[in-house]
């Protein structure tokens, strides 16, 4: 139980373009899901907080017009990076947590982006 | 700030050494705390644990974790490193009343074979 998945794992990109990344849980409802980056050899950064029908809540320092999080349903939250950089080249991770005492969040495989 | 340190950077070890890997955490009230690894070119695994209960925790592949309370630490052990534990390992935090996780800097284990 609570897999999480993401599309795509791997992505290239021109840029200036702009690339979706989809995070689902699988098998529970996410009421909370979250967005991380880990550039190489470091750890997660927390990006961004999203709860299921409202707007995100955003780390200091992420732009949030940069990095569109929605959370249109209870299994599903996308992070959408526009006009990307090569700068933004990163592993993306998301999690998801489906409340509960513990509130512990469940890790997608991550999504390696590449913005030449 | 809420933070989460692991002080060993990077550690050698010959295969069948023991391992202990340190994580402290500040002060923030009650905790929950994991530990996980990341294998070279894959996703986070969680290796274990703990919410309450027994401050010794026992996880998978035989790695294990005492919370010490008074020291706010949550340090990994594993009494034979095989060289496939080769990997970054890291401790993450999530405080009372806060859904966030914070994730220390991570260890960097070689195991030589």
């Known amino acids: 139980g609570a897999v999480v998945s993401q599309h795509p794992s791997w992505v290239i990109c021109k840029s200036g373009t702009s690339v979706k990344i989809e995070c689902r849980s699988l098998?529970?409802?996410?009421?909370?899901m979250f967005w991380y980056r880990q550039f190489p050899k470091q750890s997660l950064m927390l990006m961004a907080t999203?709860?299921?029908?409202?707007?995100?809540?955003?780390e200091q320092g992420v732009e949030k017009d940069k990095f569109l999080i929605n959370h249109a349903s209870l299994t599903l939250s996308t992070l959408t990076v526009t006009s990307a950089h090569p700068e933004d080249s990163s592993f993306y991770i998301c999690?998801?947590?489906?409340?509960?005492?513990?509130?512990?969040?469940?890790f997608g495989p991550g999504t390696r982006l590449t913005v030449l | 700030a809420q933070s989460v340190s692991q002080h060993n950077h990077h550690v050698i070890l010959s295969e069948a050494a023991s391992l202990e890997l340190g994580c402290n955490y500040s002060?923030?009230?009650?905790?929950?705390l994991f530990w996980y690894v990341q294998y070279p070119g894959q996703h986070l695994q969680l290796l274990l644990k703990?919410?309450?209960?027994?401050?010794l925790v026992k996880g998978i592949k035989g790695f294990e974790a005492e919370f010490i309370k008074s020291k706010f630490s949550f340090n990994l052990r594993k009494p034979s490193v095989q060289w496939s534990d080769t990997a970054e390992y890291f401790c993450?935090?999530?405080?009372?009343?806060?859904?966030?996780?914070?994730f220390g800097t991570g260890t960097r284990l070689k195991v030589l074979a």
């Open positions: 999690s998801a947590s489906g409340g509960g005492t513990n509130n512990e969040q469940f």
């Open positions: 002060y923030g009230g009650t905790v929950n």
């Open positions: 999203s709860n299921e029908g409202s707007k995100a809540t955003y």
């Open positions: 993450a935090v999530s405080y009372s009343g806060t859904y966030k996780y914070i």
């Open positions: 703990y919410f309450s209960g027994d401050p």
């Open positions: 098998d529970f409802q996410a009421t909370t």
